[in-house]
């Protein structure tokens, strides 16, 4: 098994075609300038220095690519970025607990929330009976928690409200000290830029 390699001026590997030892010599005609080893190769796994074939050393983190021009391992901002963002958004599908339930925190559950203390506040200040089946809310299992009056109902609501909110707060502002200097040693874009 004969592996040729086609590469770019700071070796990163462009091409490879894997043939057998007896096809080799018919490509060596065609595959000028194309470098030839042995055996069959990963080419992420490898570069070309000083027209040698090169392994790579091991991936620091996944936050990193080669700079094959550089010959090593650098922070990739679009990765930085790509990591941070789904971990924001891992961490705002989370659910909340409060009072020992958890409900489902998502942006959907806080529109709702909020229309609801809205339509509840303005039917009950309006003087409309409000039915006990509406005064309601869905917890994480899929339970029907029931309150027996608008103010509690009012409370509870107004809970989920904070507890999201504060929530996301906490997690935007993360994200963003992370991608904006960090903290503990984190990876930050801002300090990639500078260097």
């Not at 005609?29 to 091991?58: C, F, H, M």
């Not at 891992?90 to 559950?109: F, P, S």
């Not at 502002?173 to 500078?194: Q, W």
Request: proline share 2%; glycine share 6%; charged share 35%.
């Amino acid at each position: 098994m004969k592996t040729f390699i086609k590469y770019d001026g700071n070796g990163k590997i462009e091409q490879i075609q894997t043939v057998t030892a007896k096809e080799a010599s018919i490509y060596r005609r065609y595959l000028k300038g194309w470098l030839e080893v042995d055996g069959a190769i990963n080419p992420k796994s490898y570069y070309i220095e000083n027209g040698k074939l090169t392994e790579k050393p091991p991936r620091p983190s996944k936050e990193m690519s080669f700079d094959h021009a550089q010959k090593k391992w650098v922070v990739d901002k679009s990765l930085v970025r790509i990591d941070v963002n789904q971990n924001r958004n891992r961490k705002l599908r989370e659910r909340v607990t409060i009072e020992g339930d958890t409900y489902d925190a998502d942006d959907k559950a806080l529109v709702m929330a909020m229309a609801k203390v809205h339509e509840v506040s303005f039917r009950s200040e309006s003087g409309e009976d409000l039915h006990s089946d509406e005064l309601c809310w869905i917890d994480g299992e899929n339970r029907m928690k029931h309150f027996n009056s608008v103010s509690r109902y009012l409370v509870f609501l107004k809970k989920l409200i904070a507890e999201i909110s504060r929530r996301n707060s906490e997690v935007i502002i993360s994200a963003h000290k992370r991608k904006c200097g960090g903290e503990n040693g984190e990876l930050s874009v801002e300090r990639i830029e500078s260097k």
